[in-house]
T-cell receptor, first 114, second 113 residues
Framework: NAGVMQNPRHLVRRRGQEARLRCSPMKGHSHVYWYRQLPEEGLKFMVYLQKENIIDESGMPKERFSAEFPKEGPSILRIQQVVRGDSAAYFC????????????FGPGTRLTVT | QKEVEQNSGPLSVPEGAIASLNCTYSDRGSQSFFWYRQYSGKSPELIMSIYSNGDKEDGRFTAQLNKASQYVSLLIRDSQPSDSATYLCAVFHGSSNTGKLIFGQGTTLQVKP
């Protein structure tokens, strides 16, 4: 049973470019969460999605960041016009459709903005 | 006041000892509590979940929850050098329409051979 899959594992972008991070949840999981971990900081919630719906985006920066989880295909976190401060590890987690249930994390995408 | 607080450590214990990791949270409405282990450069790995007051044991790990004191702990018995990692306490907020976990800053555990 494959776990949460994320790609790419490492992504280097120049300032002003776009970054697209992909996440496929575990089999049987319909809830996807994105978290960001900045260097020397804790893990911070960004957005919670179900298929074709954004449920909670209270942790998303107001500008340049967007997320989607289409009916078919992986969830995508998109960062437009990246800046150096966006350099971080971005983790996706998934859970079965139970509120407050266990969330399982993918390996993460390490974004470096040069 | 941070929503979820942990001592950053490092907590250093000798091999074979019991490691005790503590976490407090501020929201009395919190419903679910989790401990994750994160090795340097890796992703968080779920090791324990606890939902009701009391103790929950799984192998060498015991999670303890006291909702009245808003306190969660993790005990690791017979600590091994491979347990050296950062341990993250996470709390599910409980309000409607959110599934977010609030994480503490993590406690770094060092198990010395």
């Amino acid at each position: 049973n494959a776990g949460v899959m994320q790609n790419p594992r490492h992504l280097v972008r120049r300032r002003g470019q776009e970054a697209r991070l992909r996440c496929s949840p575990m089999k049987g999981h319909s809830h996807v969460y994105w978290y960001r971990q900045l260097p020397e900081e804790g893990l911070k919630f960004m957005v919670y999605l179900q298929k074709e719906n954004i449920i909670d985006e209270s942790g998303m920066p107001k500008e340049r960041f967007s997320a989607e989880f289409p009916k078919e295909g992986p969830s995508i976190l998109r960062i437009q016009q990246v800046v150096r401060g966006d350099s971080a590890a971005y983790f996706c987690a998934s859970s079965p459709p139970v509120r407050g249930g266990e969330q399982y994390f993918g390996p993460g995408t390490r974004l470096t903005v040069t | 006041q941070k929503e979820v607080e942990q001592n950053s450590g490092p907590l250093s214990v000798p091999e074979g000892a019991i490691a005790s990791l503590n976490c407090t949270y501020s929201d009395r409405g919190s419903q679910s509590f989790f401990w994750y282990r994160q090795y340097s450069g890796k992703s968080p790995e779920l090791i324990m979940s606890i939902y009701s007051n009391g103790d929950k044991e799984d192998g060498r790990f015991t999670a303890q929850l006291n909702k009245a004191s808003q306190y969660v702990s993790l005990l690791i018995r017979d600590s091994q050098p491979s347990d050296s990692a950062t341990y993250l306490c996470a709390v599910f907020h409980g309000s409607s329409n959110t599934g977010k976990l609030i994480f503490g800053q993590g406690t770094t555990l060092q198990v010395k051979p």
